[in-house]
């Protein structure tokens, strides 16, 4: 798929911005602070339905707005093609008087919540922050594993937000228990609901690591041209199928991992074993006031050649693996969609040598449609600029033709 129009309003730093597109690279240059990772953000932003970037959703409206219109707001909108069909999508968001933001999202005019919106258009965004999925925190991970997911199975954005609620209330109810009031009773319908939601999330991040430890190895040997192998591994908070954990601390033995990536239990079966979990570690969790296992518990492990690259990666490695699970989510899009999504890749090649460059612009070239941005044009070799379906220079939230 690919974008054939955006419009921003009051969006960042653009006032009025309206851009016609069309399927290739498109290189978008620009010194520091002028507006090219808020151009990519808002293209995120339709197909997400929200900021990456943003703390509030008040902080994508524009300061000129918000400071001098009587009633500001930000308007979001694209024109997309997909192989079958064309659509418009717009969002739009508005400050009411206590200055809680509203939200509006239309899909060719029509209004729709923000679970039926995503997964319309699918964009694949790379930050140079992405290093953050490898070194950070598990939740980082699971933020990638999630928002990648929504994207391409609506059942997964349902089933989530379905298990957050059900967490809230949950763990609301395990603090009340602890503290000795009401009864234990109404936990079993909290686990229920739980366990069935949970399920869910479980078997598609266990069925969607699996592929992408596949698309990633694939990725990452390209990218590092060094005959290492990455691997994927997902670490459930507790295993529905009870196989020993693993020491990441150390190298890992290929045979040690086969067993951890084989898992074949169906949702309903999943479910089951997470209630029997629940049940288990129900007086903990009383004494607790939370929810102790669960998705909102898990990891992913990455590993080259057994070595787990969290804990003990060098820095280039982290990098291509960021980059390579990039490329691994639009290999999985395309799989799963039918469709390439739109790939924005933000200030990606200052942080490459020369043979990485070469690569990563060979893969950005077999994309339907991308957008990447640098602060200079000699990132770009001859050849890819030639090739590119348009180059353009931001200034000051102006984008200009070169
Ligand atoms: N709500 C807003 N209203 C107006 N301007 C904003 C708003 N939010 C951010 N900006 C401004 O937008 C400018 C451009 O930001 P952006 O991050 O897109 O720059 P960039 O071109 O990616 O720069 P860099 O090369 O440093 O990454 C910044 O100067 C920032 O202060
Ligand atoms: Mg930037």
Redesign the pocket.
């Known amino acids: 798929m690919h974008l054939t129009k955006l419009a921003l309003v009051?969006?960042?730093?653009?006032a009025g911005l309206v851009l016609d597109l069309g399927p290739g690279p498109l290189l978008l240059c620009?010194?520091?602070?002028?507006?090219?990772?808020?151009?990519?953000?808002a293209i995120y932003f339709l197909a997400t339905t929200r900021s990456t970037?943003?703390r509030a959703e008040?902080?994508?409206?524009?300061?000129?707005?918000?400071e001098h219109d009587a009633l500001p707001f930000?308007r979001l909108e694209a024109h997309v093609q997909r192989q079958n069909s064309a659509f418009r999508i717009d969002v739009t968001l508005l400050p009411d008087e206590a200055g809680r933001i509203h939200k509006e999202m239309r899909l060719n005019g029509v209004k729709k919540r923000a679970l039926d919106l995503v997964g319309q258009l699918n964009a694949v965004l790379f930050i140079p922050e992405d290093i953050d999925l490898v070194t950070g925190a598990p939740a980082a991970r699971r933020r990638y594993l999630d928002i990648t997911l929504c994207q391409i199975e609506p059942s997964y954005c349902h089933a989530l937000s379905q298990y957050n609620q059900t967490l809230t209330q949950r763990n609301a109810l395990l603090k009340q228990l602890g503290e000795r009031q009401g009864s234990q009773d109404q936990l079993a319908f909290w686990d229920e609901q739980l366990a069935e939601h949970g399920a869910v999330l479980i078997v598609s991040r266990r069925e969607a690591i699996a592929a992408l430890d596949r698309l990633g190895r694939e990725r990452y040997r390209v990218l590092s041209n060094q005959g290492e192998t990455l691997r994927l591994y997902y670490a459930p908070s507790f295993d529905p199928e009870d196989r020993p954990s693993l020491d990441y601390q150390r190298p890992l033995l290929l045979e040690e991992l086969l067993p951890s990536a084989q898992a074949s239990l169906s949702v309903q079966e999943v479910a089951r074993a997470y209630l029997l979990r629940l049940r288990q570690a129900r007086r903990e969790e009383i004494a607790r006031g939370m929810t102790l296992t669960g998705p909102h518990r898990d990891d992913v492990h990455f590993l080259v050649d057994g070595v787990d690259l969290t804990l003990y990666g060098s820095r280039g490695q982290q990098r291509t693996t960021a980059l390579a699970l990039r490329f691994a989510e639009v290999d999985l899009m395309r799989q799963t969609t039918g469709e390439s999504p739109v790939l924005l890749l933000?200030?990606v090649m200052s942080e490459l040598d020369a043979g990485r460059r070469a690569r990563v612009t060979a893969m950005v070239g077999d994309v339907e449609q991308s957008i990447v941005?640098t602060?200079d044009w000699d990132d770009f070799t001859d050849a890819f600029r030639d090739r590119a379906a348009g180059l353009l220079q931001?200034v000051?939230?102006e984008v200009e033709p070169v």
């Open positions: 009051n969006f960042r730093n653009y620009g010194d520091n602070a002028q507006g090219k990772t808020n151009l990519l953000e970037f943003a008040r902080q994508v409206i524009n300061w000129q707005s918000l930000a933000d200030d941005t602060t931001v000051d939230g």
